[in-house]
C-alpha cells in the first residue's frame, strides 16, 4: 500500500471539496473490498481515501410505495439483504447482494461500490440495469441522475466526473405483476468472479409480458442491457420459444473475450443459459409459470 | 469407521490434542507472529520476467529511503558449485540449485524469481523500498511447456546443464533442458503386449498446482554479534533447514539454531529454504533481527508448486482382464532447476497393479515456471490419473466391473514393482473389498447426468531418522521433546505411542517440539513419516524409561534388575517380598520417588529405521454434471484407506479428507496459468479456486487397519495416499455421467463445456 | 517502530475484545496490520492480504468482516471481537471446545478466522443446517481437513450435530 491519507467527511459538500481538491489520487471508500486491495496492490494510484460512511444519505435504505427503493451507495450488502421491502419486492437484489463474495465480505461491500468500480463482471450491476435503477450522483456542480446501464462506460471506468460521486441507487416501485431475477456463473460454489452473469425485469400485462429488461455482464467491455432480448419476450405470453429467442439475443449481444476465466465461447453460451434462467426465476415470481 | 479392534489401550482413542486449546484461542505462535526488539522488516525485489539476464542491479535510491537499513543480492551469498550438495532426507540436493533459486545471479529463470532484499524499520518502507531497487534486464526467449522444452532447438535454461542418464549415471554431450532421464523395467514388455488382446494407449496432461497452505512463508533471523545465528520460521525439516543454511551461508551447523514456529501448513512446501538465508544475510549487515513474510503473491509466484506433467500410459490386458503388460512415459516440469518428482511418479505409475512385463521412462525437464517442491505424495497423483484413467476404460472395454478389473490384478504380498522391490503385508485389496462392500457402493446412483468413478492408488512412504527425549516428572507425566515440526497433529500421535509403550493415559504425556540445539537431529515432517518414525523413537525412548524404571525399583527393593519387570499396565512388578506377596509399585508411585532415590530419569532414542511400509487408497466418488454450464458437483464420495494401524483415528481420518479435498480441487479447478511470456495471471485465491466448504460433502473414510509387521505399533504412514486417487476417481466419475474422457485436467466448467458443446462457435 | 516515509502516525480509539482503547497506527494501516503489529493480537492471521482466505476474520460493529478489508483508520468507535476475546474467564467457547473435541483442526492457521466466524452464524442462526455452515463459512479456506470436521464441530457446538464418531 502505497502512503495515503484518510478523511472522514461530515457532509455531502464536504465530500465533494475533498474529492475535487483531492484530484484522480482522491477516491471514495465506501466498503473497501475492491478500492483496498487495488490500493495495496498498487493497480491504481491513490493518496487519499475518502471515507463516506458517515454520510447519512450513503447509508440509508428507504423505501416508498410511490417512489420505490432508495439504497445509499456505500450501503453493505448485508443491509440490502435484510430490509423488509428489498425481501418483499426486490428480491432480484436479494440474488446479488447474498453472493457478492462471502459473508465477511458483505458485512462490507456495496452495491454502489460494486457498480462505481465497473468490473465487467460486477455482480451488483446487472440487476440494477433490469431493474431501471437510476444512480444518483453528487458533484461541484450539484446532484444528475444517470440510467444503470450508462453508468459503466468500460473496464474500471465510469461516469463520474472530477469531484464526483455516487450517492444513492434509486430502483422504481414494485409493480404487482412483476418480477425480477439475476443468476451468475462461477466454477466454485462461492467466493469467485462470475464468468458471465445475468439479470431479467419482467412485467406482465395479463398473460403477456409487458415489457421485458434484460442485462448480461462479464460479456463485454462493461455490463449491457440487451434490447433486443427484452423485445424478444415483450408482446407475448412467455413460451419455450420467446425464451429461447431472448436468450439467442443475449448470445447475439455478447461479445466476450478469452480470458483466465472464461472463454468466448463458454460465455456466450452462458448468456443465454443464465437469461433463460432468470426469465423462469422472474417470471414465477412475479406469479405468472412459465 | 474403523474395521478392526486392537489390542491397545491408548492407540485407536480419540484424545484431544496437546496443542489444541492455543490454536483454537489464537495464541499458539505461527511464524510470522513473532516480534523481537528492535526487529527490521524484509521484502524481496522479483523478477518481472520468466526469463532474462540481469545487467545491472542500483539500490542507491533504496539505501537512500529513510529508514531503509540494508538491501542484499546474490554477491552477498557464497557462489556454490555445482558439484556441492545437502543432505535432504535421503537424497542429496544440490547447493548450487539452493542457492539460485533462493536469489537470482546473473540470470533470472522465472516470473517472481528473487533479485534483491531489502530490509527497513517498518513494513511499509520496506514495501516503498522494492520500487526504489532498479533492475535492468535483458529478456530471453521463455520456455514454458515441456515438450518445446525437449526440442534441440529450444533456448537453454541453464547452458551447463547436460541429461543424465541415472540407469548408467553418464551426462550427455550437448546440453539441454532435460536434467535427467529414468528407466525402470522389468519382464519384457514386447512380448508382454505381444500376449495381450487388448491394448489401450493414451495421453494425459496436468497443470501445475500448489499446495496451497494458509500460512505464506515466513522467516526471522538473527545474526548475532558473536556469529551464533538465531532462525525462527515455518518449517517442515529444522534440521534439514539448518544444514542448508549451512551450506548456503558457508556457516558452522553448530552455530546455526534452527527453532520452529507452529507452521500452518506445508504439505511438502514448507521444506525449502527461500527466507531465512536473506533475512540472515539482512540481520548480518543490520545487526538487528529481520522478519520477512511472503504475501500469497509471492506464493503462488515463487514458492514451488507441484510439476504440470504429460504421460502416456500404454496397458496390455487379457480378454479376462489380466494385465500383462504396461509401458509408461513421464514428462515433468521440474521449474526453473532441476528436481521434478518424476522419479517417484516412475516408481509409483503402475504399482498399485501386478503387472508382470513393465518399461517407464520418466523426464525432469526444466521450464521457466518457479521451480517445483514436494507436494502430498510427490508425482504419484498425476501417474495415477493417467493409470486408472486408462484402467476405467479398459474395465469399460472388456465390460468388467471397474473394481473387480483392479481386485483381479491387484497387487499383493510378494509381487515385485518395476524397481524391483517386491511388497510385504499391504493392504491392496483390502481397501478395494472395503469399497466394494460399503454401502455407497451398494448404492444405485439414481438421476440423469450423474456418473460413479472409482480409483486405486499407492504411496511407499519414508522412514529416515527421528529423535525422542522423555523424562519422567515427579507427578507421574512424562515430558516429551521431539524435533518434528507438527503440522497436523503429529505431537498427539507421537505422545500416544509413548503412552501406550509406558501404559499411562495419553494426557499424562506432554509433548514438546524444540529447536535443533535441543534434541537429536530429526528428519522432515514429510513423506509421511513423522507418526511412524516420530512413534517409533518415542516408542524406544518409551523402551529406554521402562528399562531404568525397572532398575530403580530393583534399586529401591534390593534385588536384582532381571528380577524386575515393567507390565504393560504401568505396574512395575518384583519378586516376591518379606511377606510373601510379589512386589509391585506404579510408574505414578515411583516417579514420585525418584528424586530421593538417585534422581530423575530420562528415556532417549535416535532411530533410525527403514521399515516404512506402502500404503494404498481406493477413492469412490458420485458426480453430478450440469449440461447446460459443464460445472461438475461432487455428491458423494468415499475413501478407503491401508491406515496400518490408526493411533488417533479423528487425524488419521482427517487425513484422508484433508487429500481428497485437494485431490478434488486438483481434478476441476486449480492450475497455474501463465501468459505466452510466463507470467502468472492467477496468483491469488480468488484466482486459483481451492475448495471452500461450499464445494464438497461430508467424506467418509474407511480405515483398513493391516498393521506394519515393521513398526512396534503397526503404523503406516496415511497423510500422502489419499491425494493419489480423486484425479482418476473424478475424471472416471465424470466419464460416466457425460460419456466423455477428460485426459487433460483441470476439468473446469470450461473444459466440460467444449465437449458438451462441439458444434457451437 | 517509526512512521513511513509520507505516513502520518494516528491514534485510533476502539473497544477491542471488550476493552477500549488507544493505538497508534501508521494512516496506511490495514486492521489487520494494526491489530497484529501494533496492537500483538497475532491470533488474527494473514492468508492472502485480499478478502480470499478468511484468516483475518473478526467481528466489527456486530458483522463479520475480513480485517485486512478494512483500514485502521475507520475503526474510531468502533467494537472489535477478535479469537482473543471469543473465550471468557469461565473457559474456553462451546465453539472452541467442539473444534478440539472433533479434531476440527490440522495446521490450525486458519482456525481463529473460522471459529470467529462460526461464532457470528450462530449468533443470527443458532441451528444451522449443513447447507447453511458450508454457505456461511464459505468464505474461508481450510486446505488440511477437507472442511468435514469443522462444518461438524460447528453442528456439535450448535448441538445439532449428530453424535461424532
Redesign the interface.
Known amino acids: 500500500m502505497q502512503a495515503v491519507k484518510y478523511a472522514r467527511p461530515s457532509s455531502v459538500e464536504e465530500a465533494v471539496e475533498l474529492l475535487e481538491r483531492g484530484g484522480a489520487g482522491a477516491r471514495v471508500l465506501a466498503g473497501g473490498t475492491d478500492l483496498i486491495v487495488l490500493a495495496r496492490e498498487r493497480r491504481i494510484d491513490v493518496d487519499l481515501l475518502v471515507d463516506v460512511k458517515a454520510l447519512e444519505p450513503l447509508t440509508a435504505i428507504r423505501y416508498d410505495p410511490a417512489d420505490g427503493l432508495t439504497i445509499g451507495a456505500a450501503a453493505p450488502c448485508y443491509r440490502i439483504a435484510a430490509h423488509p421491502a428489498v425481501q418483499e419486492h426486490y428480491p432480484c437484489l436479494i440474488d446479488c447482494a447474498t453472493l457478492i463474495g462471502g459473508v465477511a465480505i458483505q458485512g462490507r461491500a456495496s452495491l454502489g461500490g460494486n457498480l462505481c468500480n465497473a468490473s465487467p463482471a460486477g455482480d451488483g450491476i446487472p440487476a440494477l440495469i433490469a431493474l431501471g435503477t437510476a444512480v444518483e450522483i453528487a458533484g461541484p456542480e450539484g446532484r444528475r441522475t444517470v440510467a444503470a446501464e450508462q453508468f459503466c462506460t468500460g473496464p474500471g471506468r465510469n461516469v463520474l466526473g472530477s469531484g464526483e460521486f455516487v450517492v444513492a441507487l434509486r430502483a422504481p416501485p414494485p409493480d404487482g405483476r412483476a418480477g425480477a431475477a439475476f443468476r451468475r456463473f462461477i466454477p466454485r460454489g462461492e467466493m469467485d468472479i462470475a464468468v458471465t452473469n445475468a439479470a431479467v425485469h419482467l412485467r406482465f400485462d395479463g398473460d403477456r409480458v409487458g415489457d421485458a429488461r434484460v442485462a448480461v455482464g462479464a460479456v463485454a467491455p462493461r455490463p449491457l442491457l440487451v434490447a433486443e432480448a427484452g423485445a424478444a419476450l415483450a408482446g407475448a405470453p412467455l413460451s419455450e420459444a420467446t425464451i429461447e429467442k431472448a436468450a439467442a439475443a443475449a448470445r447475439a449481444a455478447a461479445r466476450p473475450i478469452d480470458d483466465m476465466r472464461g472463454t468466448v465461447k463458454q460465455r456466450r453460451h452462458l448468456a443465454g443459459v443464465l437469461v433463460a434462467r432468470c426469465i423462469r426465476i422472474a417470471a414465477e415470481r412475479a406469479g405468472v409459470g412459465p | 469407521m474403523v474395521t478392526t479392534e486392537k489390542p491397545y489401550k491408548v492407540v485407536g482413542t480419540r484424545p484431544i490434542r496437546p496443542d489444541g486449546t492455543d490454536k483454537v484461542t489464537g495464541r499458539a505462535n505461527y511464524g510470522a507472529d513473532i516480534r523481537l526488539p528492535g526487529m527490521l522488516y524484509g521484502r524481496v525485489k522479483r523478477s518481472p520476467i520468466a526469463h532474462g539476464t540481469i545487467k545491472r542491479i542500483d539500490a542507491s535510491k533504496a539505501l537512500a529511503l529513510a529508514g531503509v537499513r540494508a538491501v542484499m543480492t546474490a554477491e552477498d551469498l557464497p557462489r556454490k558449485g555445482r558439484r556441492e550438495f545437502a543432505p535432504l532426507g535421503s537424497v542429496k540436493i544440490s547447493l548450487a540449485t539452493l542457492s539460485g533459486n533462493v536469489m537470482a545471479r546473473d540470470k533470472v529463470r522465472y516470473e517472481g524469481h528473487a533479485v534483491a532484499a531489502v530490509c527497513a524499520t517498518d513494513p511499509h518502507i520496506a514495501e516503498d523500498a522494492l520500487e526504489l531497487i532498479e533492475v535492468e534486464y535483458e529478456e530471453l526467449p521463455p520456455v514454458l511447456h515441456a515438450d518445446e522444452a525437449m526440442l534441440a532447438s529450444a533456448p537453454l535454461i541453464d547452458e551447463a546443464l547436460h541429461t543424465r542418464e541415472m540407469a548408467t549415471g553418464e551426462s550427455a554431450e550437448e546440453p539441454s533442458n532435460v536434467a535427467m532421464h529414468f528407466v525402470a523395467e522389468m519382464g519384457d514388455v514386447e512380448a508382454g503386449f505381444a500376449e495381450a488382446d487388448v491394448v489401450l494407449e493414451r495421453t494425459f496432461k496436468t497443470q501445475m498446482v500448489h499446495q496451497g497452505y494458509i500460512e505464506p512463508h515466513n522467516a526471522t533471523a538473527f545474526w548475532r554479534q558473536d556469529g551464533g545465528l538465531e532462525i525462527w520460521c515455518s518449517t517442515q525439516a529444522t534440521f534439514v533447514m539448518r544444514d542448508h543454511l549451512a551450506g548456503l551461508l558457508e556457516h558452522p551447523v553448530s552455530q546455526i539454531r534452527v527453532t520452529p514456529q507452529e507452521i500452518g501448513g506445508g504439505f511438502g512446501g514448507k521444506i525449502s529454504v527461500y527466507l531465512e538465508p536473506l533475512a540472515a544475510v539482512l540481520s548480518r549487515k543490520t545487526g538487528k533481527p529481520v522478519k520477512m513474510t511472503l504475501t500469497r503473491d509471492e506464493v503462488f509466484r515463487a514458492t514451488g508448486p507441484t510439476s504440470g506433467t504429460a504421460i502416456r500410459v500404454k496397458l496390455g490386458a487379457k480378454r479376462d482382464g489380466t494385465l500383462v503388460a504396461a509401458a509408461g512415459e513421464l514428462v515433468y516440469e521440474a521449474g526453473a532447476f532441476p528436481g521434478s518428482p518424476v522419479a517417484a511418479g516412475v516408481r509409483c505409475i503402475f504399482t498399485a497393479h501386478a503387472i508382470p512385463n513393465q518399461r517407464i521412462d520418466g523426464y525432469d525437464v526444466l521450464v521457466n515456471k518457479p521451480k517445483v517442491q514436494p507436494y502430498r505424495a510427490p508425482g504419484a497423483p498425476a501417474a495415477c490419473f493417467a493409470t486408472d484413467s486408462v484402467m476405467d476404460e479398459l474395465a469399460e472395454r472388456l465390460d468388467l466391473d471397474p473394481i473387480a478389473l483392479r481386485l483381479k490384478n491387484a497387487a499383493v504380498e510378494g509381487t515385485r514393482s518395476a524397481d524391483g522391490a517386491a511388497f510385504g503385508v499391504i493392504g491392496s485389496r483390502d481397501c478395494l473389498e472395503a469399497i466394494r462392500n460399503s454401502p455407497h457402493y451398494r448404492s444405485e446412483l439414481q438421476g440423469p447426468n450423474r456418473g460413479r468413478g472409482v480409483a486405486h492408488g499407492y504411496w511407499y512412504n519414508a522412514g529416515l531418522e527421528s529423535s525422542a527425549y522423555a523424562s519422567v516428572n515427579s507427578d507421574g507425566t512424562v515430558a516429551l521433546v521431539l524435533g518434528s515440526p507438527d503440522i497436523g497433529g503429529t505431537r498427539a500421535s507421537i505422545a500416544m505411542q509413548l503412552a501406550e509403550t509406558l501404559g499411562i493415559a495419553a494426557e499424562r504425556v506432554i509433548p514438546q517440539v524444540v529447536d535443533t540445539d535441543s534434541v537429536g537431529f530429526t528428519s522432515v515432517t514429510g513423506g509421511s513419516r513423522t507418526a511412524f518414525a516420530g512413534g517409533w523413537a518415542a516408542h524406544e525412548a518409551g523402551l529406554d524409561l521402562r528399562q531404568q524404571l525397572a532398575a530403580r525399583a530393583a534399586k529401591i527393593w534390593g534385588v536384582e534388575a532381571e528380577q524386575v519387570r515393567y507390565r504393560d499396565d504401568a505396574v512395575i512388578v518384583g519378586p516376591a517380598g518379606e511377606d510373601g506377596g510379589e512386589r509391585s509399585i506404579t510408574f505414578t508411585e515411583l516417579a514420585a520417588k525418584l528424586a530421593s532415590t538417585g534422581g530423575m530419569i530420562v528415556g532417549r532414542a535416535d532411530s533410525n529405521h527403514a521399515s516404512a511400509a506402502p500404503t494404498f487408497a481406493t477413492h469412490l466418488v458420485d458426480v453430478e454434471v450440469d449440461p447446460e454450464t459443464g460445472k461438475v458437483e461432487v455428491l458423494r464420495y468415499t475413501a478407503a484407506q491401508d491406515v496400518g494401524t490408526a493411533i488417533h483415528p479423528s487425524y488419521v481420518e482427517g487425513q484422508i479428507q484433508g487429500g481428497v479435498s485437494q485431490g478434488v480441487g486438483w481434478a476441476l479447478n486449480e492450475e497455474y496459468r501463465f501468459d505466452e511470456k510466463g507470467r502468472m495471471e492467477n496468483a491469488s485465491f480468488l484466482d486459483y479456486r481451492m475448495p471452500t466448504a461450499l464445494d464438497l460433502p461430508m467424506i467418509e473414510t474407511v480405515l483398513v487397519e493391516v498393521p506394519n509387521p515393521g513398526h512396534p505399533y503397526g503404523v503406516r504412514g496415511v497423510g500422502e495416499v489419499p491425494i493419489v486417487p480423486p484425479l482418476a476417481a473424478v475424471a472416471n466419475a465424470v466419464h460416466a455421467a457425460t460419456g466423455h474422457r477428460f485426459t487433460e485436467l483441470p476439468i473446469s466448467p470450461g473444459a466440460v463445456l467444449e465437449k458438451l458443446l462441439p458444434g457451437e462457435d | 517502530?517509526?512512521?513511513?516515509?509520507?505516513?502520518?502516525r494516528?491514534v485510533v480509539g476502539a473497544t477491542i475484545n471488550d476493552e477500549p482503547q488507544e493505538f497508534l497506527a501508521?494512516?496506511?494501516?490495514?486492521l489487520l496490520?494494526a491489530l497484529?503489529?501494533r496492537i500483538?493480537?497475532?491470533?488474527?492471521?494473514?492468508?492472502?492480504?485480499?478478502?480470499?482466505?478468511?484468516?483475518c476474520?473478526v467481528i466489527?460493529d456486530g458483522?463479520?468482516?475480513?480485517a485486512?478489508?478494512?483500514?485502521a483508520?475507520?475503526v474510531e468507535g468502533s467494537a472489535i471481537t477478535?479469537?482473543?476475546g471469543?473465550?471468557s474467564s469461565e473457559g474456553?467457547h462451546p465453539l472452541?471446545q467442539a473444534?478440539?473435541?472433533?479434531?476440527a483442526?490440522?495446521?490450525?492457521?486458519?482456525?481463529?478466522g473460522f471459529?470467529v466466524?462460526a461464532k457470528?452464524?450462530l449468533d443470527v442462526n443458532p441451528h444451522p443446517a449443513?447447507d447453511d455452515?458450508?454457505?456461511?463459512?464459505?468464505?474461508?479456506?481450510?486446505?488440511?481437513?477437507?472442511?468435514?470436521?469443522?462444518?461438524?464441530a460447528v453442528l456439535d457446538a450448535a448441538g445439532d450435530g449428530k453424535e461424532s464418531?
Not at chain 3, 483442526?105 to 481463529?112: A, E, F
Open positions: 517502530m517509526r512512521a513511513a516515509a509520507g505516513s502520518r494516528i501508521d494512516e496506511r494501516d490495514s496490520e497484529r503489529e500483538g493480537l497475532t491470533g488474527v492471521k494473514e492468508g492472502c492480504n485480499n478478502g480470499n482466505c478468511g484468516a476474520t466489527l458483522r463479520l468482516v475480513c485486512c478489508l478494512v483500514m483508520a475507520e477478535t479469537i482473543e471469543i473465550a474456553l472452541q473444534f478440539l473435541d472433533d479434531a483442526l490440522q495446521c490450525g492457521v486458519c482456525t481463529p471459529i466466524a457470528a452464524l449443513e455452515v458450508r454457505l456461511w463459512l464459505a468464505g474461508n479456506l481450510c486446505r488440511c481437513t477437507g472442511y468435514d470436521k469443522i462444518v461438524q464418531a
